[in-house]
């Protein structure tokens, strides 16, 4: 089994601030997700990524950045953050060549701004 | 854009009770589906998938996958207060890395 790690578990910012999220996978999973799920709300993808440097845009990447130096890691970048803005951003891999519809989650990054 | 509804978006059932939950997907090529569960404050977890027209059981949980009619549905027998929490489907054509989840339905199972 594999499991996969988010940081901060709770991050609150200022309006405007630049924040990072950090996920790291031990899967061995080449592809990895960034999705923000707003309270009791579906998922949507900001960012995927299908290998280490790959970076593919999701549905909500305005507003955010990414990045994927290596094969376990992915970071989310918050480039300017927005008041009111409470979302959890979960992480997550895939296996490679697989069922891509099956994904394996982290635990979230809970945001809220101030 | 692939597509995909579920409902309903909430649901109320006693303790005992067989629950249905439904998604429609909107592109026939699809090709991989998956069921997940995600209790409150929790990550979604996977429950089931499939990828060939036909049912799967696993416990008091079965899927099922019509492609004709573009439809994926999960059954709980005998649900449990423990089966409360929000159930989102996800779908995916074979080679595409970006799975197209539903909007979730939201499960409450009373004693």
Redesign the interface.
Known sequence: GGIITQTPKFLIGQEGQKLTLKCQQNFNHD?MYWYRQDS????R?IY?S?TENDL?K?DLSEGYDASREKKSSFSLTVTSAQKNEMAVF?CAS?RTGG??????????TRLTVL | QQKVQQSPESLIVPEGAMTSLNCTFSDSASQ???WYRQHSG?????LM?I?SNGEKEEGRFTIHLNKASLHFSLHIRDSQPSDSA?Y?C???SGG????T????T?LVVHP
């Open positions: 592809t009791g709300k579906g998922l993808l995927y299908i593919q999701g979960l895939s069922n891509y519809a099956e994904q394996f989650f982290g635990p979230g | 991989y589906f998956a929790k990550a979604p977890k996977a998938s990828f929000l989102l996800a779908q995916t595409n890395y970006k799975p989840f539903g909007k979730g939201s």
